[in-house]
Every structure is written in C-alpha cells, then in structure tokens.
C-alpha cells in the first residue's frame, strides 16, 4: 500500500477563496510531482520538485503554486479559486527517476468543484 | 517532442474475454514504457512496465511487450474479470538527457468488463 496521502479527498469551495491542497509522503522520497486530471481522464503534470527548496511547473500551465520546505510534504495552494479550477488533482513521489527502476507511487487524489 | 498515443474507450467486454488496449509511442531518447491502472476513485497504481527493447512486462495476468521496431507496448489479458473495470494509462518517461525524466502520460482507455 503506498504511503503517500492527500486531503482532503473531496472539496467544493466558492469563487475566489484561497485554498490550499496537502500531499505528504512517509517514504523519504526526493521527487514529487503534481498532475490535473481533466474529465476526459487525461493527466497534465503542473508541478514538480527534486527535493526541498526545489520546485519547477510542469508542461500545463497552471495558476497554482507549490512549496517544498520539507522532504515529505509539498502542497499545492490556488490564491483565487476559480470555476475553470475545477478537477482532479493527484500527487506522486518517487525514490528515483521514473524511468529506472523506482516505483512511483500516487495518492488518492483530491476532487476540487470551484461553485 | 514526446508523446504516447492509446486507443480510445470505452473498451466494454464480457468477463473472460480476451483485452487488447494499444499503445504507441513517439520518443526522441531511449524510453522505459509504463502502464498504470486508475480504479473507480483512485489514484493512479503501477501495473507493469519494460525498461528495454524486447522486454516484457506482467503483473495480476496483464502483459505488453516492448516492440521497438513498432514503437508499440499494447497492454494483453488473455481473460479479463469484473474487476479489472478501471481507466488504463500508457506512459513513457524518456531518459535521453535525463535531466527531468518526467512522465508522459496517453489519455487513459476506460474498460468496463460485464458479468
């Protein structure tokens, strides 16, 4: 089971609120990673950081930040929530690069409705 | 730039029947290929994946094979249940400069299985 969770699970919140998504991990990963997950199920990465202090957007812009002051945690926060804000938001880790022989593990992800 | 291409959904079978889902991908490196599995309100879990060219990958009787020469790794069951009904995705991460190695996701295939 993979020890990486997110809250909350489920979030409906009015137009302009400032909102802040948690992901932690308890593996000591280094690598975390945001991704959007529109209706039509296809993910967009949005965020990414190779360890503390570091984060970089990922390949759809998005108007949400991250932070990385700790191993194991990396939120996500929109300033202004917005109707167009409204998806599914996962988080991911891994030990090492996707492409080696690491795992990377997903949370639950967190359904955000902007009314 | 890179890319990964899955075959439409929803993909619906009687239970038992044999599941195919393509997957072909475009690369400019040498890319380890990837299928995750997103179950009804979940986040996304590693199914399989393949490292090299020729290799092949399996787990819980699903299995695709590595096919360089057609830049393909088609996902294969030989007899599906109801519960493998879950959104599939294809992925690459490709390690050519390996610098970010970020993944690359296809746009996830919906498989419903009937009893």
């Known amino acids: 089971e993979a020890d990486i969770y997110q809250t909350p699970r489920y979030l409906v919140i009015g137009t302009g609120k400032k909102i802040t998504l948690e992901c932690s991990q308890t593996?000591?990963?280094?690598?975390m990673y945001w991704y959007q997950q529109d209706p039509g199920m296809e993910l967009h990465l949005i965020h990414y950081s190779y360890g503390v202090n570091s984060t970089e957007k990922g390949d759809l812009s998005s108007e949400s930040t991250v932070s990385r002051i700790r191993t194991e945690h990396f939120p996500l926060t929109l300033e202004s929530a917005r109707p167009s804000h409204t998806s599914q938001y996962l988080c991911?880790?891994?030990?090492?690069?996707?492409?080696?022989?690491?795992?990377?593990?997903f949370g639950q992800g967190t359904r955000l409705t902007v009314v | 730039g890179d890319s990964v291409t899955q075959m439409e959904g929803p993909v619906t079978l009687s239970e038992e029947a044999f599941l195919t889902i393509n997957c072909t991908y475009t690369?400019?490196?040498?890319?380890?290929l990837f299928w995750y599995v997103q179950y009804p309100g979940e986040g996304l879990q590693l199914l399989l994946k393949a490292t090299k060219a020729d290799d092949k990958g399996s787990n819980k009787g699903f299995e695709a094979t590595y096919r360089k020469e057609t830049t393909s790794f088609h996902l294969e069951k030989g007899s599906v249940q109801v519960s493998d009904s879950a959104v599939y995705f294809c992925a690459l991460s490709d390690r050519a400069g390996g610098a970010t190695n970020k993944l690359i996701f296809g746009t996830g295939t919906l498989l419903a299985v009937q009893p």
């Open positions: 593996m000591g990963h280094d690598k």
């Open positions: 690369a400019t490196g040498y890319p380890s």
């Open positions: 991911a880790s891994s030990e090492g690069d996707w492409g080696g022989n690491t795992e990377a593990f």
